[in-house]
């Protein structure tokens, strides 16, 4: 099994629909993030988590939310998707030593609004 | 803040090439320095990484050299195959506060190899 586990790896949706990305980690890592890719642009922070407890804004976190469910568990939602919110969805998670073990990621989700 | 900045792509090399793909950074202090790499339909893939000035990280072939008087990290490989074809990051963790560290990405470049 990955260590970082995305869920749904693929999905459209239709525009002002409610969708939630979920990920899970198996790697005991207390820190959490989600990024967006487009072409062009890189990855750009979303949103993070530290702890259970931690949440915090990152870039561009404007009309999406976030819930950290366990210490393993960090979900992503568009309240009301709209086409420019399609893209590639990654998590990622850390512990205190990303100074010197970097970031592990999961595999995607390709999101399409349509 | 902190940013990377890296060579735009996309590149195209003949199997066997050189491979440069440059990276430099802005960053306070002494930030830690990545490549990662993303296959296609893939999540980002740490491939070598540099803790501080001098250091040479390496693997699969690849090679990249802590720079810290031309703040760079540049990409090497002494001849590519087309199983590299992949989208290359450059990133540097850089302090958030609070004793906490961030990656900040570049934009990545492309990277296809062709027989």
């Known amino acids: 099994d990955a260590d970082v586990t995305q869920t749904p790896r693929n999905r459209i949706t239709k525009t002002g629909k409610r969708i939630m990305l979920e990920c899970s980690q198996t790697?005991?890592?207390?820190?959490m993030y989600w990024y967006r890719q487009d072409p062009g642009l890189g990855l750009r922070l979303i949103y993070y988590?530290?702890?259970?407890?931690?949440?915090n804004k990152g870039e561009i976190s404007d009309g999406y939310s976030v819930s950290r469910q366990a210490q393993a568990k960090f979900s992503l939602s568009l309240e009301s998707a709209i086409p420019n919110q399609t893209a590639l969805y990654f998590c990622?998670?850390?512990?205190?030593?990303?100074?010197?073990?970097?970031?592990?990621f999961g595999s995607g989700t390709r999101l399409t609004v349509v | 803040g902190d940013s990377v900045t890296q060579m735009e792509g996309p590149v195209t090399l003949s199997e066997e090439a050189f491979l440069t793909i440059n990276c430099t950074y802005t960053?306070?202090?002494?930030?830690?320095l990545f490549w990662y790499v993303q296959y296609p339909g893939e999540g980002l893939q740490l491939l070598l990484k540099?803790?501080?000035?001098?250091d040479k990280g390496s693997n699969k072939g690849f090679e990249a050299t802590y720079r810290k008087e031309t703040t760079s990290f540049h990409l090497e490989k002494g001849s590519v195959q087309v199983s590299d074809s992949a989208v290359y990051f450059c990133?540097?963790?850089?302090?958030?506060?609070?004793?906490?560290?961030?990656?900040?990405f570049g934009k990545g470049t492309k990277l296809s190899v062709i027989p």
């Open positions: 990622a998670t850390s512990d205190g030593q990303a100074a010197n073990y970097g970031y592990t």
């Open positions: 790697k005991g890592h207390d820190r």
């Open positions: 988590s530290f702890d259970v407890k931690d949440i």
């Open positions: 960053a306070t202090g002494y930030p830690s």
């Open positions: 540099a803790t501080k000035a001098d």
């Open positions: 990133a540097l963790s850089g302090y958030s506060g609070a004793g906490s560290y961030q990656l900040t």
